[in-house]
């Protein structure tokens, strides 16, 4: 298992850039592929972006694509998610996940494929 700690979050404009990061701490995080997701008030946790152990591959929810970027240092055990144009409506909790991959480099974007989550960073989106 991986301890994934969230940090970045804050209240920030419409239009506006944020940049959320996730340490990891634990095991082999370089073989860990990641994930970010988001909890809005009232709504089910939903995907917005993966990336895959090596960095190599990533993946993005549709309302985010073209505005938000994941990347990872695994250098550093950290993976990132820049948010560029925010919009209120991605006001939300944003959850840092993790999962093995030893021999695959692929991307994951199911809730239930990652077991092991952080505690959440607020972002919110003022218009």
């Known amino acids: 298992q991986v301890q994934l700690v969230e940090s970045g979050g804050g209240l920030v404009q419409a239009g506006d850039s944020l940049t959320l990061s996730c340490a990891a701490s634990?095991?082999?995080?370089?073989?860990?592929?990641m994930g970010w997701f988001r909890q809005a008030p009232g709504n089910e946790r939903e995907f917005v972006a993966s990336?895959?152990?090596?960095?190599?591959?990533?993946g993005y929810a549709d309302s985010v694509k073209g505005r938000f970027t994941i990347s990872r240092d695994n250098a550093k055990n950290t993976v990132y998610l820049q948010m560029n144009s925010l919009r209120p409506e991605d006001t939300a909790v944003y959850y840092c996940?993790?999962?093995?991959?030893?021999?695959?480099?692929?991307?994951?974007?199911?809730?239930?494929?990652?077991?092991?989550w952080g505690q959440g960073t607020q972002v919110t989106v003022s218009s």
């Open positions: 990336v895959s152990w090596t960095g190599s591959k990533t």
């Open positions: 634990g095991r082999t995080f370089s073989r860990y592929a």
């Open positions: 996940a993790g999962r093995q991959a030893p021999t695959s480099d692929d991307v994951y974007i199911k809730l239930t494929n990652y077991p092991d």
